[in-house]
């Protein structure tokens, strides 16, 4: 079997994780430190803070702009759920705009047309390791006075218009196991703003500047030494894996190319794709449906994923509840039904991708 995701730690980041064992300081500490430090040549910022998972970086983010009840976010409807559930947790609206057909991403004309008074951020989602068009999304927000908290739990290490992807607003970075690099569970929020990195410690550790000094209602978001030494390994490793997995996306483009109904990622000038997940569409012209070739890969050795199923808004949890708003989006949906995830990590062998290009155009008849 050809699984989707492999987690592989290497040797000297078990002897770093061995380090704060017997160190006996395993909670928030000097490795949390190093984690951020040397998280910022890849978030591109002055600043970052470390959290105890992606979802926390986003709630933090948007308490930390102040955003709440009687506020809206807009985002994108074809995402992890983590994304909207953050936007209800901070008590906020999660209005719904589309998103583009070629890139799966939100759609900066499709927001445009939902800005209302009550907006007070932005929130792409740099979905399968493609950064959103920010360049764009930014100059919107600049023009309608909007914050923007950007959702890299995908896109470490990803760049677009010159900059690293979360470099652009608020930054959110998840190191949860299946992510391009992982803590186990973790995350980050990058900035440049010294005043928000200080907001977000602030949040982190109950509000408490010095020893028992409240200057805030915080709350425990801290990430433990002991997923920070594991994060530290994995950072080390992150550029030459990054490479990997695009390496293998080009080849499997390369082999994969000319299918009937087989739509590939597109790429797209000027952004730097880290290939979280290789993702193609399966149309109506193929001679199997998505749900087919995903089991035909299975019955032949090879794990797929459908990142995601449905739009977030499909599900009776969030359809008529009040923090949710928008009308549908149809090109989500329409992604919902025809997207598949091929493996694209960097434990893959040239013959796996072989092997992976090979039996899909065998389920496809190509
Ligand atoms: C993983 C993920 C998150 C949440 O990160 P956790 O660390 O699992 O809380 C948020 N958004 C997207 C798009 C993700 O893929």
Known sequence: MIPISVVHIDRETEELVLGVLRSGHLAQGPMVERLEEDFRAVSGTEYAVAVNSGTTALVASLQALGIGPGDEVITSPFTFVAT??????????VRFADIRRED???????????????TAALLPVHLYGLPADMPALSKLAAAHGLAV????????????????AGSYGLGCFSFYATKNMTSGEGGLIATDSAS?????RLLRNQGMRN????RLVGHNYRLTDLQAAVGVGELRQLRARTMRRVQNAARLAEMLRGIDG???PSVVSDREHVFH??????????????DALARALSHRGVGTGVYYPRAVYDYPCYRGHP????????????????????????????????????????????
């Open 323 to 366: 923090l949710v708003q928008g009308k549908g989006c149809p090109e989500a949906e329409r992604a919902a039904q025809e997207v598949v995830s091929l493996p694209v990590h960097p434990s893959l062998e040239a013959a796996d991708v072989a092997t992976i290009a090979a039996e899909v155009r065998r389920a496809l008849h190509a």
């Open 84 to 93: 909207v559930n953050a936007i209800m947790e901070s008590g906020a609206i």
């Open 262 to 264: 087989l739509v590939l």
């Open 149 to 164: 908290v950007e959702d890299a739990a995908q896109a470490h290490g990803a760049r677009v218009g010159g900059r690293p």
């Open 211 to 214: 020893r028992y000094d409240y």
């Open 277 to 290: 997940q290789f993702t193609v569409r399966v149309t109506s012209e193929a001679r199997i449906d998505r």
């Open 104 to 118: 799966f991403l939100l759609d900066p004309a499709a927001v445009e047309a939902v800005v209302t008074a009550k």
């Open 196 to 200: 928000l990195a200080q907001q977000l």
